[in-house]
């Protein structure tokens, strides 16, 4: 049962996050074996799938973390060219990894990565992204201090710092505790301004299907199905999903 | 260029401010130099050769292999949170990223280098010469040839199993020119022999320096992408 959506073209044509026929092998292994995908500003798609399926690969393609064997991907209409880094500017990245430094403290780490975007202001940006995502009283502890919950914040801190238009999730709730979980699902919901776009990768499926605007199930590799979300509840989803992954639909 | 300026500051920031927190590298680097040149001294038959006629050749093994020490865990750190992967999936040019670790790096052997040649003169009873300005420049060169093969090479080396074994072996042969250009001025400068018979030697460490650090700069992107 696999369903193609049309998304709605931007007023430029060229959709906010764009992959033709992306492939990535490693050596005998091919982990993600040909997906498109079109997504506008707004959209928020979440991919499902069983352990293996390949979605972390597919979320470093969109980030351009990793070279795609075959394929490519565009932001904004841009290709990606590993050649050039502005592109980067526009894409954000949270993953289960925070990127950070347990050394340094939670400020120090905003403000390293954002010199590394050339960002002006750092010293009204940091303190406003700490309490945006509850941080404001441990600007000046060390990571290596904080709890997995606070890290986690502090990385989704990290990655929406120089305000990117492309938000990438990798299992943005592991080993979060409800109330960290809820922040983290606060700050979430506020990214569905009609501006960004965002791709989230979980097991998940209460969460990942809360947000999500586009749905899809990635299953060896490639999308087996992939919809929107307002076709579903969650339940009538579970059941899909088990029957999509174990090759029933 | 402001930005790609700021960009190999903040990687220099970084990396020194990490340094400075966790003195790993520092006391590793500078631990094995004192206790090299202590063996080094207890090793020597004073009866058969003098200390001084091979000073010069032992400073330059010690620094490289301190040097070794400090310069293949650049990236340990960077690995523990997978940090490297936020630094390179920001916007900063490969190179930028290359060059601040290298200057950072630079920073660190170039002062251990002096605690060498500080410790092997107090064992071996050495003078600093007629020319210690020639001589700092020796060290600055020699130590920036290696740290920007040994940072390149150590990024290569950190994504395999058998990394730490891997980086001396790919290494060591590339440092062979420095080493011998480096222990070679470093010889006659603290033995006061005129200025005019380094510069040789100091050509020689200049031209590896510049073609370490542009190799380093325009290769490290294929070491480090996926």
Known sequence: MASELEAPQSATGAPALEARGIVREYGPVTAVAGIDLSLEPGEFLTVFGPNGAGKSSLLGLLAGALRPTRGDVSVNGTRLDFGEVDWRRHIGVLSHQGFLYPQLTAEENLAFYGRLHGLADLGRRIPERLAHVGLADRASSLVGHLSHGMRQRLALARALFHDPDVILLDEPYTGLDPSAAAVLRGVLTELKDGRRTVVMVTHNLSEGFALASRVAIQVRGRFAWQGSADQLDVPDFERLYHQVVEGRA | MSTYLGQIRAIVWKDLLLELRTRERVVAMGAFAVLAAVLFHYSIDRTAVRPQDIAAGLIWMTIV?????????????????????GVLLSPAPKDAVFLGKTISNFVLLYAVSFLVVGVFMLFFGMEL????????????LGSLGFVALGTLFAAMSSATRMG?????????????????????????????RPVAEVAGNIRMLAAFALMAVAAGAVLFRFVVED
């Open chain 2, 129 to 140: 010469g007629t020319s210690p300005a020639m001589l700092a420049l020796a060290l600055a």
């Open chain 2, 65 to 85: 292999f301190g040097g070794l020490l400090g310069v293949g865990r650049t990236f340990h750190l960077e690995s523990e949170d997978g940090a490297l992967k």
């Open chain 2, 164 to 192: 730490e074994t891997l980086l001396p072996i790919l290494l060591f042969p590339l440092l062979v020119p420095m080493v011998i250009a480096g222990a070679g001025a470093t010889g006659r400068l603290l033995a006061g």
